[in-house]
């Protein structure tokens, strides 16, 4: 079992921002391309942005100029900075590591999920 432990979600107002952090266990960590979904009542879950396995970032198009990813490699933890949130960004947000198997396999470890509601 692959603990990935998100924290930070809440109550943010409309303009806004909010940091979410996700820790997660070393052996996946260094191994795992790093990134954050998000799934709003009713829809799909959609990336919102993630680490590519060689370092490049990818950014949903929604947040794009809003939101950043970084991450702390001593820490283990991956953040997702919002800013100028929307009330469309209303979400449970989930941490996500991708590590690769083989040539063309992976494993997805998904955290519990952190709610951001966004109030106008």
């Known amino acids: 079992q692959v603990?990935?432990?998100?924290?930070?979600?809440?109550?943010v107002q409309a303009g806004g921002s909010l940091r979410l952090?996700?820790?997660?266990?070393?052996?996946?960590?260094?191994?795992?391309?790093m990134g954050w979904y998000r799934q709003a009542p009713?829809?799909?879950r959609e990336l919102v942005a993630a680490f590519s396995?060689?370092?490049?970032?990818?950014?949903g198009a929604s947040v794009k100029g809003r939101f950043t990813i970084s991450r702390d490699n001593a820490e283990n933890t991956v953040?997702?900075?919002?800013?100028?949130?929307?009330p469309e960004?209303?979400?449970v947000y989930y941490c996500n590591a991708r590590k690769k198997t083989g040539d063309?396999?992976?494993?997805?470890?998904?955290g519990q999920g952190t709610q951001?509601?966004?109030s106008s």
């Open 3 to 11: 603990h990935l432990v998100e924290s930070g979600g809440g109550l």
């Open 21 to 33: 952090s996700c820790a997660a266990p070393g052996s996946i960590f260094s191994s795992s391309a």
């Open 42 to 44: 009713g829809k799909q």
């Open 53 to 59: 396995t060689g370092g490049s970032t990818n950014y």
């Open 79 to 86: 953040y997702l900075q919002m800013n100028s949130v929307k």
């Open 89 to 91: 960004d209303t979400a």
């Open 104 to 110: 063309y396999t992976y494993n997805n470890y998904w």
């Open 116 to 118: 951001v509601t966004v």
